[in-house]
């Protein structure tokens, strides 16, 4: 193989998931997360953006209807990140789920950025993010330093 390295502008822009009920996740990504529905397919598909693009994330039950999440240590997404564009952003959304007592099933600063990780309803792993100017980045020998300290969610609800 050669050394042949992906453009550096690009992005990764969309994903798709299978879910076991479609209008429970609607709710999730939409309802409490602030997606908006920008097309569906009768009761099987529904497609999601922020800020108006065609979509940003693809919900289905063409194979999952009903079905049980998969298995935790099975091969498969491990979370799906979603970049907030500003710290208040983020602050913003964990409010919206303690408010709706949603389960927040973890939290970081990793220096690069704040996360904030939670399950959808299909068990599917969430991380909601917002990055750190890269001015503000740590690096060691040419690499990005990296962390995983404690968020201080207190902090980060102050901004509101």
């Not at 429970?24 to 920008?38: A, K, N, P, Q, T």
């Not at 994330?57 to 091969?75: D, F, H, M, V």
Request: hydrophobic share 35%.
């Amino acid at each position: 193989m050669d050394n042949y390295l992906i453009p550096p502008k690009t992005r990764i822009g969309h994903i798709h998931l299978k879910v076991s009920d479609l209008q429970r996740s609607i709710y999730f990504y939409c309802d409490l997360l602030g997606f908006e529905v920008m097309n569906t397919f009768g009761d099987s598909a529904a497609f999601l953006s922020a800020g108006g693009y065609h979509h940003h994330i693809g919900l289905n039950t063409w194979y999952s209807k009903n079905r049980s999440p998969a298995p935790e240590q099975a091969p498969g997404l491990y979370h799906t990140a979603i970049l907030y564009p500003e710290q208040r952003d983020l602050a913003v959304a964990l409010n919206r789920l303690i408010l709706a007592e949603y389960p927040i099933t973890g939290s970081s600063d990793h220096g690069v950025s704040q996360a904030i990780y939670l399950d959808d309803p299909d068990g599917n792993g969430v991380e909601l993010y917002w990055d750190r100017p890269e001015k503000e980045w740590q690096f060691e020998d040419g690499k990005i330093v990296m962390d995983n300290r404690p968020l201080h969610l207190e902090d980060l609800l102050s901004l509101l």
